[in-house]
């Protein structure tokens, strides 16, 4: 098996390790967006021919004041906001308020956030921050633009709500807000007994969880994986996985070495990655080793769950 470092080899055009940021923003928009945030890898079809939209990026100090008006998309959109701190990561570290339909909202947990097509719904007012917090978005669209001129009528949308609803549940649209851990219903008892012994979940979302709702779970990578992890397999669908730094002052070094393969080809990620697998491929399987700190794992799915084929 032919090993290669990071996104070298034939298979490494699937790999983003650079912190590019969203296309669509505005010289000015970057310029107000890194006073308070700093840029991620950045996916779609641009950047990975066949790759669905997928945007990361840490915030690290307040937005300006100001309730931003709501907008909305013709295609859903999966939102997540992530404590840095490992040995807790159901904390936030900050506070996000954000409006669905006129229906204010306050996290100060760790969440994912599921907007159906059409859902009217404001950017985040980040307040209070105690530690920086990692902010992930996806639409399964092959390239995002922003819909900030599909504003909901006046003359028909909700007035803003005087209470704030805090954490999921609540209101009417607390039911598309995930903040407490869901065990993965393809989860084996191997699974079940061992997944703690190297790792944490942080939060995972699919349709039995949150109706209409695709796939996603996050989790905090502590040690290596005992027995090696998941064999090679494919899916029906294409997934994102992604790998990131617990480190929002040194955001490229992974802190670890993860081995993972594509097609055969072995990659040894030592970076942030983004990796996209288009439908069909083989991937997996999956080492860690030389951990010298924690550091963010998710996985996005445009499936409705999370189901595999093995190779062998």
Request: net charge negative; aromatic share 12%.
């Amino acid at each position: 098996m032919k090993t290669v470092m990071n996104k070298e080899g034939e298979f490494g055009k699937y790999i983003i390790q650079d912190p590019t940021g969203p296309s669509y923003h505005t010289a000015a928009a970057r310029e107000r967006f890194l006073g308070f945030g700093r840029y991620m890898m950045y996916m779609d079809t641009n950047a990975v021919p066949g790759a669905f939209q997928v945007n990361t990026c840490w915030f690290t100090g307040e937005t300006p004041a100001g309730q931003p008006p709501e907008h909305f998309h013709d295609y859903p959109e999966l939102l997540g906001y992530f404590g840095s701190d490992p040995d807790d990561p159901e904390d936030l570290g900050a506070e996000v308020e954000f409006t669905i339909n006129g229906e204010r909202h306050l996290l100060t947990k760790s969440a994912m956030i599921f907007l159906p097509a059409g859902t009217g719904h404001s950017l985040p007012m980040i307040s209070k921050v105690k530690r920086p917090i990692f902010h992930f978005s996806t639409c399964p669209i092959p390239e995002y633009t922003r819909d900030d001129d599909k504003q909901p009528d006046p003359e028909t949308a909700r007035p803003l709500s005087s209470e704030v609803f805090i954490n999921e549940g609540g209101g009417e649209y607390g039911k598309y807000i995930v903040t407490h851990v869901h065990v993965p219903s393809y989860f084996t008892e191997h699974d079940r007994q061992n997944f703690g012994s190297f790792a944490k979940l942080i939060v995972y979302m699919d349709s039995e969880v949150v109706p209409g709702a695709f796939m996603m779970g996050a989790s905090w990578y502590y040690r290596p994986i005992p027995d090696g992890g998941p064999g090679e397999h494919t899916h029906a669908f294409p997934e994102v996985l992604a790998f990131y730094s617990a480190d929002p002052s040194d955001p490229d070094d992974l802190g670890a070495e993860v081995e993972f393969s594509i097609e055969g080809e072995k990659h040894v990620l030592t970076k942030s990655s983004l990796v996209f697998m288009p439908a069909g491929m083989k991937h997996l399987p999956m080492t860690i080793k030389n951990v010298r700190r924690p550091f963010l794992h998710f996985g996005i799915c445009l499936n409705s769950m999370y189901e595999s084929d093995p190779t062998e």
